[in-house]
């Protein structure tokens, strides 16, 4: 960095301290210290490093921040007879959208480049919600914010804008509203606060995805820092000694950094554990000053820099490191730390010639300014409409290689609630009593085309069959295991499930499941839900769960023998009524086949020619779940192996995801229909073809 960038750096508290005079609100550097310790947990947590497990946290943080900073300056103007909705957008506009525009402008490129045509029109879906602030609900319906394939998503730290923007939608004219009654603000925020925080702790352990994305889940964030604007902080400036504010300023710090350190992504988040960080701020902002301690610490001049570019650096951060994830499975943490760095030097750039500059009235007027921001959302909506309505455009590719880009996968992925708890979809031909049933998880779907196909072909039918509990009855996730009133309503539901593949027209029933996860952990056999092959390709996207079974005793249980048990019990039980066809584990892949694809494409104009996979790590990787169903032993079980079809057959030693022009699977586990084809056909050829047996 140059002199004069240091130089112009330093003069930032200044120019901050006279842009707050101007509105009659004292600047504190300290809180831009404060920004500080918010952004650089989460770059770093973004970034993988697991010691920084916990860094989402500043991001509440930041909304603490917002509420006491943009609530100190509406009620200062409030006070001076100059507040107005339209200066108050401006400000925004101004603060938040030219950073904002620049970044999407960027993420155009790379993701037309490195993006699959399902990953491109997603991006188009997320364009049209920044645009809009509403990303952080586009992203509560269409994944999880710690689900692997989150990190692939270069607009998802876009969520919280969403969540700040529809906030201060409605708080202004709250306080206009409620102003002319002495105190009725800070009683309804403080209500309002209290419910929001309520509805977190409710929601957050049986809806996680709508309590972490949605504002009447983090309203209470906001609101902590509103109501420090309305008196929090002088009550604490002025009653309490100096000595007192500093002990709990730093209780606050601990307050923060404790969840960095110790959270990770299985935290229930937000819900009670959003208390400590969100507590822990408020504190640091009610109590802090320039005199004490932790004053010193956060006015030091490094901080107040990365402070000043916050905004910036948690935009940059989240694309570039998206991107290269796109690129490539492995980054080392030097190279993480490499892109950290250089996530913070273009923030300084995007603050000193695009943050800056716009937010001076001399450069743009508020014409300007709104014609801007309308110019802007309505170019990101086109584009994105575009890239949605056409797909990700798949034209761009051509179109012998689009179906390894894309591979034709199945269309169930989801039946409709029947009765009883019990999801429902028809196969084959309809109007008639179902035939074969098809029981299982995300590996029934990935069969249950191919399987409609096969059956409507030989004018028959069948029905696919699942609960909302485990896909092995008898078997629990931990984060339902200790609930007396889910293990009665999955045992009703499971029994339900039971006489529907039972009833008298069924001939026969496939079970398809993803053994070796959905039995996590076997003793020392099955370490890990994810697969790691060994060269590079790592599972990412499965959610870490312990599987318990319930054993006869009725207590959740890990060994392997109740597993055993559990597993032969309802395997039995099923194989009692009806002939049975399992499908044993198919080999994973680690990889995403296609993306390897892709990049081969964008590397050297052509796909790979062939994907494989050890067929050593399959079997050592499958070993104990291989073995618990091989001890299930009924004359009515058959036993169908993918191993048989893909490893060691054309290629000795591996197991074939990709061969002659064909991919096999749609992703690092699921088969394609290309795949499921030879196996549903195997699986049908071991059931009865026509009478009951």
Known sequence: MTQSSIATIGKEPARRAAAHSAVGHKYRPEIDGLRAVAVLPVILFHAGFELFGGGYVGVDVFFVISGYLITSIILRERETGSFSLASFYERRARRILPALFLIMLLCLVPAWWLMLPGELENFGASLIATSAFASNILFWQTSGYFDGATELKPLLHTWSLGIEEQFYLGFPLLVAFLARWKGSLFFACILAAIGSLFLSVYLTPIYPGASF????????????????????????????????????????????????????????????????????????????????????????????????????????????????????????????????????????????????????????TRGQIFAFSAAGSLFFIAVGGALFLAKGVPQRFDADVRSLLEPEKSAIESCPLAEDGLYRCELGIGDREPEIVLLGDSHAYAIADELDRELTETGRSGVLLYTSCHPIPGFYTDDFAAGVAREESCQRENLAMLRAATQSSIEGIIVAIRWTPRLYPMGDAIQSVGFDNGEGGVERDLPHRTNLAVEGTGRPSVEVAAKSDVLAAYLTKLAEEKPVAVLYPVPEVGWQPNRLNLRRIAADGVPLQTISTSSARFRERNRAAISALDSVVHPNIRRVRPSDLFCDTVLEGRCVVQYGGVLYYYDDDHVSNHGARPLVSRLLAELPTGGVE
């Open 213 to 364: 994305y949605l504002l009447p889940t983090r309203a209470w964030e906001l609101l902590a820092g509103s109501l420090l604007a309305m008196g929090g902080v002088a009550f604490a400036q002025e009653r309490l000694p100096q000595p007192g504010r500093e002990i709990l300023g730093w209780l606050g710090m601990l307050g923060i950094l404790l969840p960095i350190f110790f959270y990770d992504e299985n935290t229930a988040f937000p819900g009670t554990a959003a208390i400590a960080p969100v507590l822990g701020t408020a504190l640091i902002i009610a109590v802090g000053d320039e005199k004490g301690l932790l004053g010193r610490v956060l006015t030091l001049r490094p901080l107040l820099w990365i402070g000043a570019i916050s905004y910036s650096a948690y935009l940059w951060h989240q694309p570039v490191f998206a991107f290269v994830r796109l690129l490539w499975d492995e980054v080392d943490d030097l190279t993480w730390l490499g892109l950290a760095a250089f996530s913070i030097g273009m923030a300084h750039l995007s603050w000193r010639y695009i943050e800056a500059p716009f937010r001076s009235r001399r450069n743009f």
